[in-house]
């Protein structure tokens, strides 16, 4: 185990790297707040971060007795669900637009998935919908796809 969290993070610390130097063309603030530049910059640093600690574990740890390494282990259902509603997440956000499928993606992980209580399910759902909006449509001024569910929503209305 030991092994494949030393040599993914240092797998991850590269692509974090690259990733900097990638984005250095870009701005990262404007005359309006963040830039072009901003996310990249800031995930990249947030992934060197995370590799590092990746790999300080790995090499504080002590592995216990002869463990085989487990790639998805006995849970694929959990990570394949995640991967598909992931997927499906990006298809179909800019159709049916950000809130709706913000709301329906966290559902569908939190109930199903993760089998929370549906009172955890819905704080949850709506206090993401509501940071959200908060920091990306407030705060960093992007406006976030709309989708057919506010085009018939204007219309009814």
Do not use: H
Not at 3 to 32: K, N, T, Y
């Amino acid at each position: 185990m030991k092994r494949l969290d030393c040599i993914s993070s240092s797998a991850l610390f590269i692509v974090a790297v690259v990733l900097f130097f990638q984005a250095g063309g870009l701005p990262f603030w404007g005359e309006l707040g963040p830039a072009e530049g901003f996310f990249p910059y800031v995930l990249s640093v947030l992934l060197v971060g995370l590799s590092c600690l990746i790999l300080l574990r790995a090499l504080i740890v002590s592995q216990k007795g002869n463990e085989k390494p487990k790639i998805i282990g006995p849970k694929r259902a959990k990570f394949f669900s995640y991967v598909a509603s992931f997927f499906i997440f990006g298809l179909v956000f800019a159709k049916i637009g950000y809130s709706l499928t913000l709301a329906v993606f966290l559902i569908f992980i939190l109930r199903l998935v993760e089998k929370q209580s549906w009172r955890t399910t819905l704080m949850v759902t709506i206090l993401s919908l509501v940071l959200s909006y908060v920091i990306f449509v407030r705060f960093l001024k992007v406006s976030m796809p709309e989708g057919w569910l506010t085009s018939l929503m204007e219309m009814i209305g």
